[in-house]
């Protein structure tokens, strides 16, 4: 913004043109301008002494950028971020780490699939608590349907439509929910998420076929221990509502991606309505007598199956 005494006395383009990261990779971002052009840009040694080593620019960042001659560009600022999409790592003597995956997320999508690869509940709550600790809403898309019938799909992920999760059944391969998902991702910055060969690419080209992502084989990705997507990118929704997407590989390392132990059961939203009743303030919820969280277990408030996860993410077993 500036201000009218300061205003540029022609009007031609604007010098530092605004816009979006869409790509980063080593020192290089793809930058794609409000005016609709993708400019290749570097940061500016000044910006990036003024940030953090980890947490430089990401994608989904808002800059500004100076233009050169040579048709490249210079990260001249990075706006503030609304939100963010990141990991947490500890480092030594009690600190954390944090690695920005995407800026300005307003949602993310966890795909987990129906059948093949079987649906892993415990990893999905990991997922779902990192999307609570980020402070980021989350949906759940149960992918490939038509592999086991839409009765069946609800048995397996009942639960997280009990919690308060939104749960969109769908089939990429044979276009059921496509449209839903596609009104979700309409206007928003989405983050996409899941295992290996759920189908999260598959999803998104169902949605925007132009988006032409790499999909893979589901028993060759799994035996190669290896995504078909390997990095993050931000992709332009082309329907009217616009929005932007990031298709993620399906971060396999999450169980590195640690919650400090007193925020955890914040990170599980059926939890909260009992946290203050419990007889300790600084109850763990795993042996304390007269623990609110376990009497809302055993009066069937609180799932056990999502209990289980808590105890076991709280006690770091796999
Ligand atoms: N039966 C069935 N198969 C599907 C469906 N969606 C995707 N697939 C298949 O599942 C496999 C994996 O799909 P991808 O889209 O590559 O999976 P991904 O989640 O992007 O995997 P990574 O990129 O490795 O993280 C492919 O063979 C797809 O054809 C579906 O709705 N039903
Ligand atoms: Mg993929
Ligand atoms: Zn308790």
């Known amino acids: 913004m500036t201000s009218p005494s300061l205003a540029a006395p022609c009007a031609a383009a604007p010098a530092e043109p605004a816009g979006i990261i869409l790509r980063a990779r080593s020192g290089f971002y793809t930058v794609r301008t409000d005016d609709g052009r993708d400019v290749e840009c570097r940061l500016r040694g000044r910006v990036k002494k003024e940030r953090q080593a980890t947490d430089l620019a990401v994608i989904g960042d808002r800059v500004r950028i100076g233009l050169l001659p040579d048709g490249t560009g210079m990260i001249e600022e990075v706006e503030e971020r609304h939100s963010r999409f990141s990991r947490r790592q500890p480092g030594p003597r009690g600190t954390w780490k944090e690695d920005m995956l995407v800026a300005n ?93 759920v189908g999260k690419s598959t999803l998104l080209n169902a949605v925007q076929p132009g988006l032409r992502l790499a999909t893979g084989d589901v028993s060759e990705a799994l035996h190669k221990g290896r995504h078909t997507t390997t990095s993050a990118e931000l992709h332009p929704i082309t329907a009217p509502g616009g929005g932007y997407v990031a298709d993620t590989p399906g971060l396999r390392e999450l169980g590195l991606w640690q919650i400090p132990a007193d925020e955890l059961a914040w990170c599980f939203p059926e939890f909260v309505p009992h946290l203050g009743g419990c007889a300790f303030n600084d109850c763990s919820h795993l042996h304390e007598p007269r623990c609110a969280v376990r009497a809302a277990v055993d009066g069937g408030e609180v799932p056990a199956q999502r209990y289980d996860s808590y105890r076991r993410l709280r006690l770091n077993e796999e």
């Not at 892993?120 to 608590?129: E, G, Q, S």
């Not at 490939?144 to 059944?169: C, N, Q």
Request: net charge negative; aromatic share 6%; proline share 4%.
């Open 105 to 197: 997320v307003d949602q993310v999508l966890v795909v987990f699939a129906c059948a093949d690869p079987m649906p892993h509940l415990r990893m999905l709550d990991r997922f779902l608590v990192v999307a609570e600790h980020n402070e980021v809403a989350a949906t759940v898309v149960a992918n490939k349907v038509d592999l086991v019938g839409l009765a069946r799909a609800r048995e397996l992920f009942g639960t997280y439509e009990r919690i308060g999760y939104p749960v969109h059944y769908a089939s990429a391969r044979e276009g059921i929910g496509v449209e839903e998902l596609a009104d979700r991702l309409c206007g928003r910055t989405s983050v996409v998420t899941g295992p290996s060969g």
